[in-house]
């Protein structure tokens, strides 16, 4: 399965992004699908994910608020609308999907076995 992101750019602090995740290739089931992110010289670390059977999300704590996740059953796309945007989360965003298998810890990258190839977000202070 391959993922494309995008939506990324460059924002002043307080301003606003949406990134979309849209698959392509083969049609594909999935149990889970998140957002990660990369800051330079930091550990890739989560920011959001929604659980594809009953809707539910998880949000890391430093987004909560501001970042909201969401999906479009019909395009299968992701969504991460993104609001009072920081320079701290500047950083490459990454897509991902649990397709093959998922044992419910969405939080966990290791979950994911598709990624997208990133969107890089820069916010200016």
């Not at 924002?11 to 995740?21: H, Y």
């Not at 699908?33 to 670390?45: D, H, L, S």
């Not at 987004?63 to 950083?91: H, W, Y």
Request: hydrophobic share 35%; aromatic share 14%.
């Amino acid at each position: 399965v391959q993922l494309q992101a995008s939506g990324g750019g460059l924002v002043q602090a307080g301003g606003s992004l949406r990134l979309s995740c849209a698959p392509s290739g083969r049609r594909f089931t999935t149990y889970a699908m998140a957002w990660f992110r990369q800051a330079p010289g930091k550990e890739r670390e989560f920011v959001a994910a929604i659980a594809w059977s009953h809707d539910e999300t998880y949000y890391a704590d430093s987004v909560k608020g501001r970042f909201t996740i969401s999906r479009d059953n019909a395009k299968r796309t992701l969504f991460l609308q993104m609001i009072s945007l920081k320079p701290e989360d500047t950083a490459i965003y990454y897509c991902a999907a649990a397709v093959e298998r998922y044992s419910g810890s969405p939080y966990k990258h290791y979950e994911y076995d598709s990624w997208g190839q990133g969107t890089l977000v820069t916010v200016s202070s």
